[in-house]
């Protein structure tokens, strides 16, 4: 279980987190939705202890991620907005394999484990690449792969689909629900709400501050609300909402609810 209590940061005494309160739990996809700046790469980084809070506590199963670093960067691995700030091996295989031999992996287990994490982001044949040579999207991927490598119980990506290409997202989209059926808790922070429709929950954020925290029908299918806080209002939840219908979460749950819509109006 992942808890904030009144979590208050600062940078250089300008207050940027203003008492955030979160309460994220087991087997969920949790969407922190906010404009540029509402805080998000702050709080996300709250998670494993990178950044400490003022004020205010971050609970992690029972650890406090400034006091137990070593132990909560087991639990949590995050998947930066800058791949760059995540890579810095000379080449794919050891950026990906670096996480694994911290954790004790050697040998074959070691490689096999490198190889799966590759392949779960599509990028299985860049293994002996240049990672310094790889363009943005596919770094943005081997930065996936090397937090994957760890096989962490709690995921948290902040801006994943960005710059990724249609297969990238695809197979995140994929991965990401994956990682859920698994059992684990899987963090998607960004500024697109488009990107959250498959989140179970989301809160949004705006100057330091959760705003309100609920369902994707409830925060995506609300226009209001998104265009007060600057946000864009995913085309899909539009056109569904323009229908009178609910905002599907993905492209099953679309084609159902038009089926039983044409169906209905026969
Ligand atoms: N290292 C830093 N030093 C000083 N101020 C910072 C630093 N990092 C972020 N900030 C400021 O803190 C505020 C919150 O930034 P943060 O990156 O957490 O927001 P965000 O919601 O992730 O934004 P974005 O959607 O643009 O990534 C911003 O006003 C930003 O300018």
Same mark, same amino acid.
């Given at each position: 279980?992942? @808890?904030?209590?009144?979590?208050?940061?600062?940078? %250089?005494?300008?207050?940027?987190?203003?008492?955030?309160?979160?309460?994220?739990?087991?087997?969920?996809?949790?969407?922190?939705? +906010?404009?540029? +700046?509402?805080?998000? &790469?702050?709080?996300?980084?709250?998670?494993? *202890?990178?950044?400490?809070?003022?004020?205010?506590?971050?609970?992690?199963?029972?650890?406090?991620?400034?006091? #137990?670093?070593? !132990?909560?960067?087991?639990?949590?691995?995050?998947?930066?907005?800058?791949? #760059?700030?995540?890579?810095? &091996?000379?080449?794919?295989? @050891?950026?990906?394999?670096?996480?694994?031999?911290?954790?004790?992996?050697?040998?074959?287990?070691?490689?096999?484990?490198?190889?799966?994490?590759?392949?779960?982001? +599509?990028? !299985?044949?860049? =293994?002996?690449?240049?990672?310094?040579?790889?363009?943005?999207? !596919?770094?943005?991927?081997? =930065?996936?792969?090397?937090?994957? %490598?760890?096989?962490? @119980?709690?995921?948290?990506?902040?801006?994943?689909?960005?710059?990724?290409?249609?297969?990238?997202?695809?197979?995140? *989209? !994929?991965?990401?629900?994956?990682?859920?059926?698994?059992?684990?808790?899987?963090?998607?922070?960004?500024?697109?709400? @488009?990107?959250?429709?498959?989140?179970?929950?989301? %809160?949004?954020?705006?100057?330091?501050?959760?705003?309100?925290?609920?369902?994707?029908?409830?925060?995506l299918g609300n226009p209001r609300l998104l265009r007060e806080h600057n946000l864009e209002v995913p085309s899909i939840a539009e056109l569904f909402l323009s229908l009178g219908?609910?905002?599907?979460?993905?492209?099953?749950?679309?084609?159902?609810?038009?089926e039983e819509w044409k169906r209905a109006k026969l």
């Open positions: 279980m992942i @808890e904030l209590r009144d979590v208050h940061f600062s940078y %250089a005494g300008r207050e940027v987190l203003r008492g955030v309160n979160l309460t994220i739990e087991g087997e969920e996809i949790f969407g922190i939705l +906010g404009p540029n +700046g509402a805080g998000k &790469s702050t709080l996300v980084l709250h998670l494993n *202890g990178i950044l400490k809070p003022k004020k205010g506590k971050v609970i992690i199963d029972d650890l406090d991620p400034a006091k #137990n670093p070593k !132990e909560v960067r087991r639990k949590v691995g995050i998947v930066f907005q800058d791949p #760059n700030d995540q890579l810095f &091996s000379p080449t794919v295989f @050891e950026d990906v394999a670096f996480g694994p031999y911290n954790l004790g992996l050697r040998g074959e287990k070691m490689r096999e484990r490198v190889l799966w994490a590759l392949r779960q982001v +599509g990028m !299985e044949d860049y =293994a002996s690449r240049e990672t310094k040579e790889l363009s943005f999207g !596919e770094k943005k991927r081997i =930065a996936i792969a090397t937090i994957l %490598a760890m096989e962490p @119980e709690i995921i948290v990506f902040d801006e994943p689909f960005a710059n990724l290409d249609f297969k990238g997202k695809r197979l995140l *989209g !994929e991965l990401i629900r994956r990682m859920k059926e698994e059992g684990k808790t899987v963090i998607l922070a960004s500024h697109e709400a @488009e990107y959250l429709t498959l989140c179970d929950r989301i %809160a949004l954020m705006d100057s330091g501050k959760v705003i309100t925290v609920g369902t994707p029908e409830e925060i219908l609910k905002v599907p979460r993905n492209v099953e749950e679309a084609r159902k609810i038009l």
